[in-house]
């Protein structure tokens, strides 16, 4: 009978010396499901994914890939996962095609046996088959990274921040095609520090400080945002922060992309707000009440956590 989850953990924990990475961490990734590990540098996600591709051991807890315990059937689990790690990995001075058939070497098959899977991909990267990887730019080298640890046909796929620093455009193809392997079946794990990507997920754990802050869909993450929520924006946005700050129906007040958000009070009066600051003598000033992004969200959960 098969599994109803892909992937198990339970009560994970991880130290370095005095640095917990890693704290109780738990939840499940269903079959056949797109998750999203969403945080910052630093808060944990590699080493989960370690643990989960079996390349080190945690303190305490289990988990489980595809039925099988991480610790007792890492040998059974490495036949049955593609991991794309966070830095590129592959041989620089091999060329797309010498990498692709040296992972396909190592499983046992060929570029032709599953060539089903990884042709919309490859196809991308095929006129550039004789180039070595190291030339490739770093949409190409993310593709070809993906076609590698999906030479296998794996039932799960691990993939650890895999769009840091590709341009946005190479960022969204990718999506599309992480999208497009789910329709085929497989089971995806993704780290990413990136919030917008977050919403292409079926679900996502928001994860701070080795802790998870979080664990809902998308959307269920954003509706449990309650508080009122502005952008602000004008000239001298440095000036307008520190102003806004001060107010007292201002609860807080954070750079936002091109504005601030403010999260304000019950009591908060925007058109008194924008009146007080152009008294101060800022201009221009645009204050809109917004929808609360995942950004904002996991902001609220770190001040509370």
């Given at each position: 009978?098969?599994?109803?989850?892909?992937?198990?953990?339970?009560?994970?924990?991880?130290?370095?010396?005095?640095?917990?990475?890693?704290?109780?961490?738990?939840?499940?990734?269903?079959?056949?499901?797109?998750?999203?590990?969403?945080?910052?540098?630093?808060?944990?996600?590699?080493?989960?994914?370690?643990?989960?591709?079996?390349?080190?051991?945690?303190?305490?807890?289990?988990?489980?890939?595809?039925?099988?315990?991480?610790?007792?059937?890492?040998?059974?689990?490495?036949?049955?996962?593609?991991?794309?790690?966070?830095?590129?990995?592959?041989?620089?001075?091999?060329?797309?095609?010498?990498?692709?058939?040296?992972?396909?070497?190592?499983?046992?098959?060929?570029?032709?046996?599953?060539?089903?899977?990884?042709?919309?991909?490859?196809?991308?990267?095929?006129?550039?088959?004789?180039?070595?990887?190291?030339?490739?730019?770093?949409?190409?080298?993310?593709?070809?990274?993906?076609?590698?640890?999906?030479?296998?046909?794996?039932?799960?796929?691990?993939?650890?921040?895999?769009?840091?620093?590709?341009?946005?455009?190479?960022?969204?193809?990718?999506?599309?095609?992480?999208?497009?392997?789910?329709k085929k079946g497989l089971s995806i794990l993704v780290s990413t520090p990136y919030?917008?990507?977050?919403?292409?997920?079926?679900?996502?754990?928001?994860?701070?400080?080795?802790?998870?802050?979080?664990?809902?869909?998308?959307?269920?993450?954003?509706?449990?945002?309650?508080?009122?929520?502005?952008?602000?924006?004008?000239?001298?946005?440095?000036?307008?922060?520190?102003?806004?700050?001060?107010?007292?129906?201002?609860?807080?007040?954070?750079?936002?992309?091109?504005?601030?958000?403010?999260?304000?009070?019950?009591?908060?009066?925007?058109?008194?707000?924008?009146?007080?600051?152009?008294?101060?003598?800022?201009?221009?000033?645009?204050?809109?009440?917004?929808?609360?992004?995942?950004?904002?969200?996991?902001?609220?959960?770190m001040h509370t956590q």
């Open positions: 009978m098969m599994q109803q989850n892909a992937i198990e953990i339970n009560g994970i924990s991880k130290s370095y010396g005095t640095i917990k990475a890693l704290d109780s961490i738990t939840f499940n990734v269903g079959r056949g499901e797109v998750f999203g590990l969403i945080g910052p540098d630093g808060a944990g996600k590699s080493t989960l994914f370690r643990i989960l591709v079996t390349l080190i051991n945690s303190d305490s807890g289990s988990a489980k890939v595809d039925g099988l315990d991480v610790q007792k059937e890492y040998h059974s689990i490495r036949n049955k996962i593609g991991y794309m790690p966070g830095k590129f990995s592959l041989y620089p001075d091999l060329t797309v095609e010498e990498n692709v058939d040296f992972f396909a070497a190592l499983f046992h098959v060929t570029l032709e046996q599953n060539y089903d899977l990884i042709a919309p991909i490859y196809r991308q990267i095929e006129p550039f088959k004789k180039r070595k990887a190291g030339k490739l730019s770093g949409g190409m080298k993310q593709k070809l990274a993906l076609c590698c640890s999906l030479i296998h046909k794996p039932d799960v796929l691990f993939l650890d921040e895999p769009t840091t620093g590709v341009d946005a455009v190479s960022r969204s193809e990718f999506w599309d095609m992480l999208l497009e392997l789910q919030m917008d990507e977050a919403g292409r997920c079926n679900r996502i754990a928001l994860i701070n400080g080795g802790k998870i802050l979080d664990i809902n869909t998308p959307d269920g993450i954003t509706n449990n945002f309650k508080e009122p929520l502005y952008a602000i924006s004008g000239t001298n946005m440095y000036g307008i922060l520190a102003a806004a700050r001060k107010e007292k129906e201002v609860v807080e007040c954070y750079p936002f992309g091109a504005a601030h958000h403010i999260v304000a009070s019950e009591n908060f009066n925007p058109i008194i707000l924008k009146q007080t600051l152009e008294k101060q003598g800022f201009k221009n000033i645009e204050l809109n009440k917004t929808r609360a992004g995942i950004e904002d969200v996991f902001i609220k959960l």
